[in-house]
């Protein structure tokens, strides 16, 4: 409830001060995420449907060899979609297509460059991504609001007395929002047009990506309004 002495307008007796605090860091990535996709194809359905049972089960076999380095594993969409030719009076299923799409989080990146490369070496898997970003829990976050609140008492602070004045009261602490936290860096694109073709069994195993992390910048804002002591104009 605010006090009579303290209206939640400016007047007078109580210059209201309305000001914004805003805060930008830099910081490291948490956690970074991969798309992948297992296809197959074939004239027959079944045939179709087996052969992308098999490559989705070594996909999930070697994801889950890394333990606890993979933190999150999901299954989205799956999908077996015939393609019709037209021939004659009636369609006919031309060949049949199936996808199963994956994600996996991970927050150790060198054994994520690793993985990338070995599921880019699989036959008919596609790789997107990695995706950085900072865990929803982070205390970056926190920081950044902690930041942008020091940042609008400073201001306002400073505009006080630069009329002479002080601060006298908060009225209202507006959280605007946070954002960023999402930038997002793809990796050797030919690691996935080399994931399409069929591995060469008499191949060495590929060297592991390089992956470089970029920065994250996050950035909160808030709105504060204050009332003033009267200044003398």
Same mark, same amino acid.
């Given at each position: 409830?605010?006090?009579?002495?303290?209206?939640? $307008?400016?007047?007078?007796?109580?210059?209201?001060?309305?000001?914004?605090?805003?805060?930008?860091?830099?910081?490291?990535?948490?956690?970074?995420?991969?798309?992948? @996709?297992?296809?197959?194809? +074939?004239?027959?359905?079944?045939?179709?449907?087996?052969?992308?049972?098999?490559?989705?089960?070594?996909?999930?076999?070697?994801?889950?060899? $890394?333990?606890?380095?993979?933190?999150?594993?999901? @299954?989205?969409?799956?999908?077996?979609?015939?393609?019709?030719?037209?021939? +004659?009076?009636? &369609?006919?299923?031309?060949? $049949?297509?199936?996808?199963?799409?994956?994600?996996?989080?991970?927050?150790?990146?060198?054994?994520?460059? &690793?993985?990338?490369?070995?599921?880019?070496?699989?036959?008919?898997?596609?790789?997107?991504?990695?995706?950085?970003? *900072?865990?929803?829990?982070?205390?970056?976050?926190?920081?950044?609001?902690?930041?942008?609140?020091?940042?609008?008492?400073?201001?306002? &602070?400073? $505009?006080?007395?630069?009329?002479?004045?002080?601060?006298?009261? *908060?009225?209202?602490?507006?959280?605007? +929002?946070?954002?960023?936290?999402?930038?997002?860096?793809?990796?050797?694109?030919?690691?996935?047009?080399?994931?399409?073709?069929?591995?060469?069994? &008499?191949?060495?195993?590929?060297?592991?990506?390089?992956?470089?992390?970029?920065?994250?910048?996050?950035?909160?804002?808030? +709105?504060?309004?204050?009332?003033?002591?009267?200044?003398?104009?």
């Amino acid at each position: 409830m605010t006090s009579p002495q303290n209206p939640p $307008y400016g007047t007078p007796e109580a210059p209201l001060l309305t000001v914004r605090g805003e805060a930008e860091l830099e910081v490291d990535p948490e956690i970074a995420r991969i798309g992948i @996709t297992v296809t197959a194809r +074939g004239r027959d359905r079944r045939t179709t449907l087996d052969d992308l049972t098999r490559r989705n089960t070594t996909v999930l076999d070697l994801l889950k060899s $890394y333990g606890d380095e993979v933190e999150n594993l999901a @299954t989205g969409t799956v999908s077996i979609t015939p393609e019709l030719t037209q021939r +004659g009076r009636g &369609e006919r299923v031309r060949t $049949y297509h199936g996808a199963v799409h994956l994600t996996a989080e991970l927050a150790d990146f060198t054994a994520l460059g &690793e993985l990338t490369t070995r599921l880019a070496d699989l036959d008919l898997t596609t790789i997107d991504g990695p995706t950085w970003a *900072l865990r929803p829990t982070s205390p970056v976050h926190r920081q950044a609001r902690r930041h942008a609140v020091r940042e609008a008492l400073q201001r306002a &602070e400073e $505009y006080a007395e630069a009329l002479g004045t002080t601060l006298a009261a *908060l009225l209202e602490l507006t959280d605007i +929002g946070t954002t960023g936290g999402h930038p997002r860096a793809a990796f050797d694109r030919r690691a996935v047009r080399f994931s399409m073709a069929a591995p060469d069994a &008499e191949a060495t195993a590929p060297d592991p990506l390089d992956l470089e992390p970029p920065r994250i910048r996050i950035r909160a804002e808030v +709105g504060a309004q204050f009332t003033m002591n009267p200044p003398r104009l």
